[in-house]
């Protein structure tokens, strides 16, 4: 495995970051939530942290965004540790070959997901991480999770964010009926929806974020929460599926797993040698971010950290 | 990365093959091509290649089967040589989220196949290919490739599979001609779709067909008709499509990059480590090898070979 | 026109509701909403009025059951009432090709359903009449407009069914929430669906279906509230769109306009002619009345009462 | 049944023919047949013939045009004709809710064209006459079909239509191989695809195609070449499906069975009252006449001939 000099690293950061500032296609904000839509698309952060235990960062780092799907990835870990593979009866695990929040292949899966980074499927993980309990405990656990991993307590659900995805809840309320129809629900829609909605508006930074997905890409001295064999399936999942209907071209540009957010974040792992955190707001036509998936690629050109060779 | 010394992995091989011979749910062989139908399901083989150059191999390693589709990762790198990025101008990179033979995508994207790995992107491919060619040259052409990839010459096609298939022809000729109509054909769909059927028709062992695949692991010491980074891609491509739509699973399960086709053969890819390849005539539901799948998950789990950690 | 006698009609009738008495393949209840599943199949009424004032009817004619979806067709001539042609910037005019509960085209339509007999599109006229009102003046409104059309005042809501219904209308509700997430819906999910669910289930007997369905034959000596130039039309929606996916096949056996609804009745228009109403609770596999599609069909042969000449 | 007299209407073609000669927009030529593309849209006609054997016309109604798809009413009476109800394992009789050529729904029905209306149903039915014929013969005996019906033998097929067709056949071709592939079709393909190009090519002129049509109107003193319950039953599959995706709007508004061309043509159907022949070479956006639609709507006003009261 070849390795990286971390200052040349610092050095590759800044010069994403400065090459990032000055991009003049930045992208659109989502606008469907309108409170992330006030987000000033001019941001731009980009954070990792190595095997050795170093962070580095360039640009917005410290500035907390709403990480939304990015969110999918520690629910699926949790759901994981609390189902197991009896997960897989309620979502699938192929790429869906259409849009995060189409309703399409529902029907025609009569009423399973196909993966659990779609919307759907995200919101029968959560479904099943809340059987039994309540909205805030669901929640205190993700909280508590999150903290944990990244090793940091100062990490909040945004309320107005929040609120802001209930009040425009109406699709995602059609994905949980619809699985309820196909008795792929198991709570009032009100209460899994509502959750869901609220897991996706934690706040976190890039350094946050990074730091939190340490334990995916196998770092050493970071708490591991999850077991290597499930955090590999993790990463598969990620690659095949993490973004959306862009997944095949993220894994063909950048070949590493990661995860985006319409809050323009993306969270990707390099096994064995980094976790990485993006984020700049403005989004590119599949609802990932633009500047985010470019700098992602710079990286990836840079220090040659593909995991396809 | 950790290693598996040669001993223990040809103990490993000898393994799975005990435990092949054994199974008795087999899978189907594939019976839309009459004469693939005919092929035994008794058998099974799996062959590797390793960095320092040894070959391990158990089962029915020597006997050689029909490539199918795993001649469309070769005839990709040859289109990518000849055109560049330029081939992505008729081809897709995603996932299809479909069947192997499906056109109901190539309707909704107006001719443009979603992957060079689904039936219509390989014609696409071997159209691109035979550009003012003639399909003597450029089945000619692969051959070379695939003895200079193998160093053996003893590589053909089979000549009354190959008829076989055109007798059977009428979907992937109603694909090309679906891309006809859109323009994205450049050839007569007969000159295509004969090419096409030939290139399916290539007749390897497993031996030959870990060896042909030692440049995408990027072993040392064979020969490199591919530049690295477009190695990588090549194998993105195989992890997100390879499999038709039981791609993802074959990524949770094994997590390497691989490529089936319906003669009950895969092509793996360890990169860094090592060239693996399986074969059993039976076929799953997906339309790809029951029990080279499930070889291929029993090896991954054994080495640790997977690329996600 | 041919005329029939209508000594011979009522020899007809009773010829029909003799051999339907007979019939043993009487198809399966709707079983989606419990209360309707208890219905025993074993009944069958037919109803007809004419020209000249007649009624005529054989079998349960006198036997109220739930209309459901045959409800559409009066939500329908309120809507057009009060809206106008502005109603068809909510809700398209073609066929479906699809179930009556499909969510796909939908989604492929950007939320306009495709005509307003499918589930998706009634909901979209509902909630265009509630605008402004309360679930239960609208529900009034179509009671009333039912009892004047029929000249009979004992026409009801069956509460428990509705009950039923809304306890099961996670489907319907995902349809709701979809046009809620394209803007088309104005009021609260919850109002109109519970609107929708109530007035799915009014009862009627075969003899006030046919009596309140005069007024689309165009007979004299009844009330007319609705101009001849919107009747032509909402029997035409009747001919393409009043049989979900079988729409095509009752035109083909039938030529009538017609609606069926999952309780087992079907509205038959035969313009000038008759009204005509029949009712067998079990259904065939498109979801609707087997014997009544069956009695439909043999009552056409018999009378020679097609559109279509 | 009302009556209008013959002199009025007279007036009415007039006016319509005045109304459309001074229409601004007036649609698009198809153009991806280049020898329609090349028609003049300037042209339109208007012709009818009635129950007492009065022909009436405005306009360019002496002009040829090719008849494209109307030709498809023909050769379903003659396939009807031949085998009976047998005909219906070849192809379905619903609307299809999508375009003309679509080939989606041939994927899901597993090559059983939704209506004889479609391309791909077409293609069935012309197969279906082919079976153990020459095209030629089939031919034949279509344009001896023709001239019977208009009692007229000036009625040819233009042969550099068809060459024209045939060069641009592609996506037809898919149709018909996918339908190979599911074992729905009986000859080779280009022999099919041949026999259908050449008899969309038929030319005829608004009065020969409103002569043919009478059968179809029921009027009397006109050659009977099908029987009633099957005119009947021709007349509902035109209503139903005769306009593609726009058929259910052309009932709405005109209320007549009809079937359209891309050539430009309309055939109407008003039983017992007339045969309706309209052209003009602008296309809408569903590849129906534009001038051709507008003027029957208002032929449909004015006499009030719907068949739905």
Redesign the interface.
């Known amino acids: 495995?070849e390795t990286v000099n971390p200052a040349d690293l610092q050095l590759i950061l800044d010069e994403i970051a400065h090459s990032m500032a000055a991009a003049t296609d930045r992208g659109q904000p989502a606008t469907y939530i309108p409170e992330l839509g006030r987000v000033s698309p001019d941001q731009f952060g980009i954070a990792l942290c190595l095997p050795d235990g170093q962070q580095l960062s360039a640009g917005d780092a410290a500035t907390p965004f709403s990480i939304q799907s990015i969110s999918k990835v520690f629910t699926l870990a949790i759901a994981l540790g609390r189902l197991g593979d009896a997960l897989w009866q309620r979502v699938?695990?192929?790429?869906?070959?259409?849009a995060f929040n189409?309703?399409?292949?529902?029907?025609?899966d009569r009423g399973i997901p196909?993966?659990p980074f779609i919307n759907a499927g995200a919101i029968a993980v959560t479904d099943a991480i809340l059987q039994g309990l309540q909205p805030r405990d669901v929640l205190a656990e993700l909280l508590q999770f999150l903290r944990m991993a990244a090793e940091d307590d100062n990490i909040h659900i945004d309320k107005s964010v929040a609120a802001s995805e209930l009040a425009h809840a109406?699709?995602n309320?059609?994905?949980?009926?619809?699985m309820?129809?196909h008795g792929n629900?198991q709570n009032p829609?009100a209460l899994t929806i509502g959750t869901y909605c609220h897991q996706c508006a934690v706040e976190m930074s890039c350094v946050q974020l990074a730091r939190a997905g340490r334990f995916?890409?196998?770092l050493p001295g970071c708490p591991r929460p999850v077991s290597?064999s499930r955090?590999?399936?993790i990463?598969?999942?990620m690659?095949?599926?993490g973004h959306y209907?862009?997944?095949?071209?993220f894994?063909?540009r950048v070949?590493l797993?990661g995860k985006s957010g319409v809050g323009g974040g993306i969270l990707a792992?390099a096994?064995?040698r980094a976790s990485i955190a993006v984020w700049s707001p403005g989004l590119n036509a599949q609802g990932n971010s633009k500047l985010g998936a470019e700098a992602m690629e710079h990286l990836g050109r840079a220090t040659g950290w593909?995991?396809?060779?």
């Open positions: 495995m699938g695990r192929e790429p869906s070959g259409a189409s309703i399409v292949s529902l029907e025609h196909r993966n109406h699709r309320t059609a994905l949980a009926e619809f309820a129809a629900l829609t995916l890409a196998g290597p955090i590999r399936r990463n598969a999942l690659l095949t599926c209907d862009a997944s095949g071209d894994a063909y070949g797993p792992i096994p064995g593909s995991v396809f060779g």
